[in-house]
């Protein structure tokens, strides 16, 4: 069983930035990239950014590249969301994720990420 716990979400204003965090744990982790999705209200969840375990590769989708940062702590099994920049659209819950690079099989509770204009 994998668990993933995000945190660091809130209410911020348009601008603003805010970081969110997904501790994994649990036995034979064993993922090769950590994801991050998000699903705005009357949305479907989508991409938004992901990391390799090993190496650190990066990928982000086109409307946060530049803006959003994904990072990792391996000894703490823990991925980082830095998001600059923040406008109302990125309101949604976002959802950490591990497996491979853009998908996997194990998901987060979700944070709930709130940017007023």
């Known amino acids: 069983q994998v668990q993933l716990v995000e945190s660091g979400g809130g209410l911020v204003q348009a601008g603003g930035s805010l970081r969110l965090s997904c501790a994994a744990s649990?036995?034979?982790?064993?993922?090769?990239?950590m994801n991050w999705f998000r699903q705005a209200p009357g949305k479907e969840r989508e991409f938004v950014a992901s990391i390799r375990w090993s190496g650190g590769m990066t990928f982000y989708a086109g409307s946060v590249k530049g803006r959003f940062t994904i990072s990792r702590d391996n000894a703490k099994k823990t991925v980082y969301l830095q998001m600059n920049s923040l406008k109302p659209e990125d309101t949604a819950v976002y959802y950490c994720?591990?497996?491979?690079?853009?998908?996997?099989?194990?998901w987060g509770q979700g944070t709930q990420v709130t940017v007023s204009s």
């Open positions: 649990g036995r034979a982790f064993s993922s090769i990239a």
């Open positions: 994720n591990a497996g491979e690079v853009g998908r996997g099989d194990y």
